[in-house]
């Protein structure tokens, strides 16, 4: 499995209603997407839960890399690259997935950042980052890691934020969520 999400940054003065009817006229086109797990269409929005900047940050779990290919060098991105400019596609690793059918029922997804130090042995990191891994009842989540930079994000997809109050992070909120097809 694979992850992606491209971060757009927006002016503070965007109207977010112009990435909320987007997102409305063409979140449909990756509902079954070729290797596509899901697709999240994330926004932030200034001065709400505690974001400083608008922003469009679709983050996509793939089954495997021929969708992340189609996606990337058929055209479909290019949507991207026409509406906001060249992109830099951050890919990550899954290292653990909760998450279920029931991805499509969340209203947010809280993303923590943290970073993988450097150590003698990387035996048992999986279970370090798991044991560290913030508890919040009631939610899945999902847990991605870059080896490029040594960083791991937590991504918890949830309905009520009042859980997340003392932690800092990101809180998106979600548009839209494409799934794969399931019998692929």
């Not at 999400?5 to 009817?21: A, G, H, V, W």
Request: with cysteine.
């Amino acid at each position: 499995m694979l992850a992606t999400q491209y971060k757009i940054t927006l002016p503070s003065d965007y109207d977010m209603n112009i990435i909320r009817e987007r997102v409305k006229n063409n979140g449909y086109k990756t509902d079954g997407f070729e290797d596509l797990k899901f697709k999240l269409y994330l926004i932030t929005e200034k001065g709400i839960h505690y974001n400083m900047q608008n922003s469009y940050c679709p983050l996509y779990l793939w089954k495997g890399s021929e969708g992340l290919n189609k996606f990337l060098f058929t055209g479909f991105y290019d949507n991207i690259i026409q509406s906001f400019g060249w992109q830099r596609v951050n890919v990550g690793i899954p290292l653990v997935d909760t998450t279920t059918s029931k991805i499509t029922d969340y209203k947010y997804m809280f993303q923590l950042t943290r970073e993988i130090l450097p150590q003698e042995s990387l035996k048992y990191v999986k279970d370090t980052i798991q044991a560290e891994v913030p508890s919040i009842d009631q939610v899945e989540h999902v847990i991605i890691y870059n080896p490029d930079q040594w960083k791991y994000e937590i991504n918890y997809f949830l309905n009520d934020v009042s859980g997340i109050k003392e932690m800092k992070g990101t809180l998106y909120s979600i548009l839209h969520v494409s799934e794969g097809n399931p019998s692929a």
